[in-house]
C-alpha cells in the first residue's frame, strides 16, 4: 500500500482529534463547577443535614447607576430539631455570561434576617439570586426564585 501526503496528514489530523477528545472526556463525565441555572428548589438535603429556605427581596426593581438598592431577607430552618445558634454564610449571586458569580456576602443566624446594600456601576438589567453553602450542618440553598434589577 502506498501512502501519499494527504493520507499522512489525515492520519495526523484524526490523531490530533482523538487525543483532544480524549481529554475533554473526564472533563465532560465531570459534575458542573457552578450551579444550575434552573436550581429553582429552595434547598437540597445532604444525609443528616438540616434544611434551610432563603427569602428575600429588593427595596426596588429600577434604581440609577451607582445608587444603592436594599436586598432585604431570611434564612429559615425548616428542620425545628436542628436550629443551632452559629452564624450562617448567605451570598448574593449575579448571573454573568450563564453563570452565578458571588458579588456579595454576609452572616446571619438561623431563623434570622439579613440585609445587603448594593449598587451597579453600569447601565443593565441584573439577575441576581440568594445562596446559602453547604455546612457541616445545613445542606446548600438557593433562593426559590431570582431577582431582576434594572440599572440605568
Known amino acids: 500500500m502506498t501512502r501519499t501526503p494527504h493520507s499522512a496528514s489525515r492520519i495526523l489530523s ?4 482523538s487525543t483532544a477528545l480524549a481529554g475533554l472526556v473526564p472533563a465532560l463525565a465531570a459534575p458542573a463547577v457552578a450551579a444550575p441555572l434552573s436550581a429553582a428548589a429552595g434547598s437540597a438535603v445532604e444525609a443528616g443535614k438540616g434544611k434551610v429556605k432563603l427569602d428575600g427581596k429588593l427595596g426596588k426593581d429600577h434604581v440609577k447607576v451607582n445608587e444603592k438598592v436594599d436586598l432585604k431577607g431570611n434564612l429559615k430552618v425548616l428542620d425545628a430539631a436542628r436550629s443551632e445558634a452559629v452564624l450562617e454564610t448567605v451570598i448574593v449571586q449575579q448571573l454573568r455570561a450563564g453563570t452565578w ?27 441576581l439570586r440568594l445562596y446559602h453553602p453547604e455546612t457541616t450542618l445545613y445542606a ?13
Open 140 to 152: 446548600a440553598a438557593y433562593s426559590a426564585s431570582t431577582f431582576t434589577l434594572r440599572v440605568g
Open 101 to 127: 458569580v458571588n458579588i456579595a456576602d454576609t452572616t446571619c443566624r438561623p431563623n434570622g434576617g439579613f440585609s445587603f446594600s448594593l449598587s451597579f456601576s453600569l447601565s443593565a438589567t441584573v439577575s
Open 14 to 17: 484524526a490523531l490530533v482529534i
